[in-house]
């Protein structure tokens, strides 16, 4: 059985850096797919973040990039995000998955359960 | 790309049907999925391909549509499809989401 989790802090000070790790069990992070990061904030719609191929090439929104990493380490089976300079705009629900890349929708639906960050 | 929702919210009867559209700022051809997401749940994908049936989802779910303009339907509306629905668009970098539709039971 597949099985994504996210975690990390669940508080962040104001202009300090968020670090989520995302462990992948039961399915190889190896097996091709992109898998990303994707946010909800409070009352709002879903926002992706960002996507990483098991190489190691990453992805990110524009919106996001100049503060945002995200990493993988394929033989711990996890992948990171890291955002820094956070604002209280950056509070929401974090969510890791198996995510869609151009022209390919995601192999399976898989994701984590979701982590909320609060930025105070 | 901008994905256009619509309805943002609506609220229909059990055993009704209802339709979502979602609309691209530019020809994305089929690359257009459909998640449900309930509240405190993590996302469910339900169409990808612009019709295709994720897998384990009932055919009560269909998407159709290509290049601009799509349409999510849901056929015999369940209590357990009160959710927001969402359009995501994967024929670009970066992937875009439409705004939502929150569907809401009579």
């Known amino acids: 059985q597949v099985h994504l989790q996210e975690s990390g802090p669940g508080l962040v000070k104001s202009s300090e850096t968020l670090s989520l790790t995302c462990a992948v069990s039961g399915f190889s992070i190896g097996r091709g797919s992109y898998w990303g990061w994707i946010r909800q904030p409070p009352g709002k719609g879903l926002e992706w973040i960002g996507s990483i191929y098991h190489s190691g090439d990453a992805y990110y929104n524009p919106s996001l990039e100049s503060r945002t990493t995200i990493s993988v380490d394929a033989s711990k089976g996890q992948f990171s995000l890291g955002m820094n300079s956070v604002t209280a705009a950056d509070t929401a629900i974090y969510y890791c998955?198996?995510?869609?890349?151009?022209?390919?929708?995601?192999?399976?639906?898989?994701w984590g359960q979701g982590i909320l960050v609060t930025v105070s | 790309i901008q994905m256009t929702q619509s309805p943002s919210s609506l609220s229909a009867s059990l055993g009704d049907r209802v339709i979502i559209t979602c609309q691209a700022s530019?020809?994305?051809?089929?690359?257009l999925s459909w998640y449900q997401h309930k509240e405190g749940t993590a996302p469910r994908l339900l169409i990808y391909?612009?019709?295709k049936l994720g897998a384990g989802v009932p055919s009560r779910f269909s998407g159709s549509g290509s290049g601009t303009d799509f349409t999510f339907s849901i056929d015999y509306l369940q209590p357990e499809d009160l959710a927001t629905y969402y359009c995501?668009?994967?024929?670009?970098?970066?992937?875009?989401f439409g705004g939502g539709t929150k569907v809401e039971i009579k």
């Open positions: 998955a198996l995510v869609a890349s151009p022209g390919i929708a995601p192999a399976a639906d898989f």
């Open positions: 391909d612009a019709s």
């Open positions: 995501q668009q994967y024929d670009d970098l970066p992937l875009s």
């Open positions: 530019q020809d994305i051809f089929k690359y």
